[in-house]
């Protein structure tokens, strides 16, 4: 009797081979893990090995029985509950196994837990070292999970409701958009030379891809380059964090409700993802379908992404990624006491906060995968992704420290992955890599100069304190004049770069006015060593002030020494755009950048540093298929947002109607006259 296709494709030589690999492979594992786990358990009797291949067997069943029931929990969840869930579920699997030993080796609840614990954490190190630090098993299970999605989606368009076949790669086009957040041109291109990026580099020696700088302007931060990305918007975003005089509110980009409100101003609907695409990890939308882990919208995924659950209750996904997150916390120390030995510099504090945040950007790094896999076998026309991990070790490590290089091979890795989880997809996807920004590497301005930048804006506009040339018996004849009230300042900074906001006015002050008000504050920031630049609106336009002469921004004019001369030829359209953002501040400093070493001083403790000018925050790269053609010049993330929807238009997944400008908003150089009252008369905005 003839097999039907299905029993067919069911026995298949590679399938069989493949299916045996596995179930000895986890033999093996489980032998070990189960061997090691008594053996460290005091108390415990031994036993001969046919005991221990019995307990093998009975936690094999017993996770062959539960898993599937936890994992429909786990789904049932979503959210914070999956996470929670997804951990007990591994420890779960084991305790009932124990339970079940008919050797009754492990007696008592506490000993099981504990006991479970331990061979969990042995399961995840020992498979981890079996793929010798490779994500073979990870990209096993993503492929598991993406046959899953395809066939309920085959089931619901009225397909067979069980079949053996593996679904057929997808041919229609779609769009993958990796972010990898924090990598300058230079360094990219440096490690692809060095071979340590093996598949960025046969990419781009095969000729299959093409890498290019793109310029990011000012500022060089992650929400105003994605801003312009995913929405075109990017003057709506003038730093990472600054103040709305309007409001008298500060605005901090990476909290979720200052997030959503951005988002309400940079969205018309138009967006880059507008077209059925999904959001992972980002600060904003793009005016996606689905947005995935992305700031505005804060919320972990729901019930219906399977690529969440799948993640959390596999024994390969989060309860892995939680031991490896350990072993990265003591990587991270031993790193930076190497640093403190070695006294090397620059470099800052890499404790507290920190020590959290480079597990959990790993982590973020392996869900964002796994919710890629889950978008790519649905279908969905584009994605766009953003992994950090990157960024936020070269913040405390720096940008080229081998500390960083290994995360940006990490990421190199995840890209293969991407790539090997392709033939599963029900798209044929096309692979865009490009970053938001670069970093600047340098001692910090309070390392250099023993204060901040706060500290100096205080300084410098602190009362005189010299006693009156007036005879002391005179000064108290008669009643002292009352001072005139001064508005107080406020300094927002975002790695080298700084906005300063005289609060109690609603518009913003040109220079006359402040010099009325602090005479010594624009001459003193200007002559500061550890200030490269300030600007400041002026009757005839913006002007930049440096330690040894101005640049009238608008047409040119350079009176003694040009400051921006360190800061490259495109310093003076960067600041001449910066200065149409909205809520600007009346006062721009940017630190000064070293003219040997190209290091800044950046006005926060990191070492590694971007949303200003100087050095190679401004170079991020684009890495996109070379037969692509680039018909825009890369200067702004606007011009990456109108370059994308270009190439999304020529594989047919938008028609893109003509859209206005968005707005930046009030004109910023209104005069004082035509507001009509003084400075000192201004109330104070908002609360």
Same mark, same amino acid.
């Given at each position: 009797m003839a097999l039907s296709p299905d029993m067919r494709a069911l026995f298949t030589r590679r399938r069989v081979l493949g299916r045996a690999k596995?179930?000895?492979?986890?033999?093996?594992?489980?032998?070990?893990?189960?061997?090691?786990?008594?053996?460290?358990?005091p108390g415990v009797a031994s036993a001969d090995i046919l005991d221990t291949l019995n307990l093998v067997l009975l936690v094999a069943v017993t996770g062959a029985v539960l898993r599937p029931l936890l994992l429909a929990g786990v789904t049932a969840l979503g959210g914070w509950g999956a996470m929670l869930f997804g951990v007990s579920a591994q420890v779960a699997v084991m305790v009932l196994a124990l339970r079940l030993d008919p050797a009754n080796r492990i007696r008592g609840l506490p000993t099981l837990v504990i006991a479970a614990i331990l061979a969990v954490i042995f399961a995840a190190l020992l498979d981890w070292m079996a793929d010798a630090g490779s994500d073979d098993t990870f990209v096993r299970e993503a492929r598991r999970l993406m046959r899953g999605v395809r #066939?309920?989606?085959?089931?619901? @368009?009225?397909?067979?409701?069980?079949?053996?076949?593996?679904?057929?790669?997808?041919? %229609?086009?779609?769009?993958?958009?990796?972010?990898?957040?924090?990598?300058? %041109?230079?360094?990219? #291109?440096?490690?692809?030379? @060095?071979?340590?990026?093996?598949?960025?580099?046969?990419?781009?020696?095969?000729?299959?891809? !093409?890498?290019?700088?793109?310029?990011?302007?000012?500022? !060089?931060?992650t929400p105003a380059s994605q801003a312009g990305i995913l929405h075109g918007a990017s003057r709506q975003v003038p730093a990472f964090r600054w103040f709305e005089k309007e409001t008298g509110k500060v605005m901090v980009s990476n909290r979720p409700r200052d997030a959503a409100v951005i988002e309400r101003r940079l969205s018309d609907g138009q967006g880059l993802l507008r077209d059925g695409g999904v959001s992972i990890g980002n600060a904003f939308g793009g005016d996606a379908v689905t947005n995935l882990l992305t700031v505005s919208h804060a919320a972990l995924?729901?019930? !219906?992404?399977?690529?969440?659950?799948?993640?959390?209750? !596999?024994?390969?996904?989060?309860?892995? @990624?939680?031991v490896l997150g350990g072993a990265e916390v003591i990587t991270e120390l031993h790193q930076a006491r190497l640093q403190r030995r070695r006294n090397l510099q620059p470099r800052v504090s890499r404790s507290g906060a920190y020590l959290a945040l480079r597990p959990a950007a790993m982590l973020l790094r392996d869900v964002n995968i796994s919710l890629i896999a889950e978008q790519m076998a649905r279908g969905v026309p584009v994605v766009y992704c953003d992994l950090v991990d990157y960024d936020e070790v070269a913040h405390h490590a720096g940008p080229a420290r081998p500390e960083s290089m290994r995360q940006l091979e990490s990421l190199d890795r995840m890209l293969g992955v991407l790539e090997r989880l392709s033939p599963e997809a029900a798209r044929r996807y096309h692979l865009v890599v490009l970053s938001d920004h670069g970093q600047s590497q340098g001692a910090t301005f309070r390392q250099r100069y023993d204060e901040t930048l706060d500290d100096v804006v205080e300084r410098l506009t602190a009362e005189p304190t010299a006693g009156s040339e007036e005879p002391a018996e005179e000064q108290g004849e008669r009643?002292?004049?009352?001072a005139p009230e001064a508005a107080p300042l406020l300094v927002m900074s975002s790695g080298n770069l700084s906005l300063v906001y005289l609060t109690r006015v609603t518009h913003r002050v040109l220079r006359a006015e402040i010099e009325e008000t602090y005479p010594r504050l624009i001459a003193g920031l200007a002559a500061h060593p550890g200030v490269g630049l300030v600007v400041v609106g002026d009757e005839d336009g913006p002007v930049a002030f440096g330690p040894g002469g101005t640049h009238r921004l608008r047409d040119g004019v350079v009176t003694g020494q040009d400051p921006l001369l360190p800061y490259g030829r495109e310093a003076r359209d960067d600041l001449l755009r910066h200065q149409e953002a909205a809520h600007?501040?009346?006062?721009?400093?940017?630190?000064?950048?070293?003219?040997?070493?190209?290091?800044?001083?950046?006005?926060? %403790?990191l070492v590694g540093s971007h949303g200003g000018l100087g050095g190679w925050q401004t170079d991020a790269m684009l890495v996109h298929p070379a037969a692509w053609p680039v018909t825009t010049e890369l200067i702004g993330p606007d011009a990456i947002h109108r370059q994308l929807i270009e190439w999304l238009t020529m594989l047919g997944l938008r028609e893109e109607p003509a859209r206005p400008p968005i707005s930046a908003g009030e004109p910023i150089y209104a005069s004082c006259e035509a507001a009509g009252d003084s400075l000192a008369d201004r109330p104070v905005a908002g609360g």
């Open positions: 596995a179930v000895l492979r986890s033999a093996i594992t489980t032998f070990v893990v189960v061997t090691v786990t008594l053996w460290l358990m #066939r309920r989606t085959a089931r619901r @368009a009225g397909g067979p409701f069980f079949t053996l076949r593996r679904p057929h790669p997808g041919t %229609e086009p779609g769009l993958l958009v990796i972010q990898l957040d924090g990598v300058a %041109e230079p360094v990219l #291109r440096w490690a692809i030379r @060095a071979g340590n990026l093996p598949i960025l580099g046969h990419w781009l020696r095969s000729g299959s891809h !093409s890498l290019r700088r793109w310029h990011t302007g000012l500022p !060089s931060t995924p729901g019930r !219906s992404a399977r690529g969440w659950a799948a993640f959390m209750a !596999s024994p390969y996904g989060f309860t892995r @990624a939680l009643a002292p004049e009352p600007i501040g009346d006062l721009i400093v940017i630190s000064a950048v070293d003219g040997e070493t190209a290091e800044v001083a950046a006005f926060e %403790e």
